[in-house]
């Protein structure tokens, strides 16, 4: 399996609900490191996976929906505990969307999955994965 992957950065707010969140329940900000990684068994005609240009370029207009927003006062949020996890599979769902629309160049359709770990810090981070 060919991987690709590009990295961007993400800063939100959030709160969370339930006991579990302890003291993140009361609103507070986090910076995820952002890694999106792209998969494919056979490279395409060029020998790439995808273009690395147009994939950095869509997992940063994804991020910049998200980008310096609470996530709290978001209406697709609400109700919603806006975990880690959770914040991989809408960042995933939403380059998935892109990668299917045609914004990563026509060789882009052989992609067989997609990869999206968001990192809290250097020791700890959350991911999502799904076939494309």
């Not at 490191?33 to 998969?39: E, G, L, Y």
């Not at 629309?101 to 359709?109: D, K, M």
């Amino acid at each position: 399996m060919f991987t690709v992957t590009v990295r961007d950065h993400v800063m939100i707010a959030h709160s969370f609900r339930g006991e579990v969140f302890g003291p993140a329940q009361r609103l507070h900000g986090a910076t995820f490191v952002v890694d999106a990684t792209f998969t494919r068994e056979e490279l395409d005609a060029d020998n790439i996976v995808v273009d690395i240009g147009r994939a950095t370029d869509q997992l940063g207009e994804v991020l910049a929906g998200l980008n310096y927003r609470n996530l709290d006062e978001e209406p697709e949020f609400a109700g919603v505990n806006t975990s880690t996890e959770f914040l991989a599979k809408v960042i995933a769902d939403r380059i998935a969307d892109r990668v299917h629309e045609g914004a990563l160049g026509a060789s882009a359709r052989g992609l067989n999955g997609l990869r999206v770990a968001l990192h809290e810090s250097h020791v700890a981070w959350a991911g999502y994965e799904r076939a494309l």
